[in-house]
């Protein structure tokens, strides 16, 4: 159990930094879209929804050519002394960028539900932007967030192309569920493995979808001024 337990306990830690990467720029990607309207806000929907068609490997390939030592960012953090092709900060990286337009998609929809009124009326009353975002805008529409976050997680545990093509298959540094199981499959020895890894993977993604469900279920109760059962 000890090779599945740390397979496993990486791919956590990939999944979750990915989300807390990707969210921050989810949640302002998600305010433009929601609240502005100015020239090219077509162009800007099409490209943040590009990575939900494109094939991962391509952006795994791209993130390579970036992050590479010859590359232009990897050359920049290589003055620094920071490596991040394959690593597990490059299986994060890579996650995050593959997750990104299913958070904006639920940031966005927890911003739609809030009711712009009552930030006119703070406005109106003299509130700063920033006390009205933060007071409530971001408040309502936090079951949007938590939804995000909980999505991304468990499509961050599922990644695969991009991860493998920026990051590898390095035993115990960058090999995550899907990757391990990939390669169990390959061994007509390891099928045990393979099945074992996949049904772990099914219950860590289930259990994080039911989660979701439920705090978002919680959260909203609670800005009804309800108890949550």
């Not at 009353?125 to 007071?135: D, N, Q, V, Y």
Request: with cysteine; net charge positive.
């Amino acid at each position: 159990m000890g090779p599945i337990l740390d397979i496993v306990w990486l791919s956590l830690q990939v999944a979750a930094m990915a989300c807390l990467v990707a969210l921050p720029p989810a949640a302002a990607l998600a305010w433009l879209l929601s609240r502005c309207r100015f020239p090219g806000r077509s162009l800007l929907e099409a490209l943040v929804n590009a990575p939900l068609v494109m094939p991962p490997v391509v952006i795994g390939y791209a993130l390579l050519l970036l992050l590479s030592p010859q590359g232009p960012i990897g050359r920049l953090l290589g003055h620094v002394g920071i490596t991040v092709i394959f690593t597990w900060k490059a299986a994060a990286l890579a996650a995050a960028v593959i997750i990104l337009p299913l958070m904006i998609r639920s940031c966005r929809q927890g911003l739609d539900l809030v009711d712009r009124r009552l930030e006119q009326a703070a406005s109106t009353l003299g509130a700063s932007p920033w006390r009205i975002l933060t007071t409530i805008t971001l408040p309502l529409a936090m079951p949007g967030l938590v939804h995000a976050m909980i999505l991304g997680f468990a499509r961050a545990l599922g990644e695969f192309g991009a991860t493998i093509t920026v990051a590898g298959n390095l035993p115990g540094r960058t090999t995550t569920l899907p990757l391990a199981i990939h390669q169990a499959l390959h061994d007509p020895e390891a099928q045990t493995l393979a099945m074992t890894l996949s049904l772990v993977s099914v219950a860590v993604c289930i259990a994080a979808l039911v989660l979701g469900e439920w705090s978002g279920r919680c959260l909203r109760r609670r800005l009804l001024g309800q108890e949550p059962t």
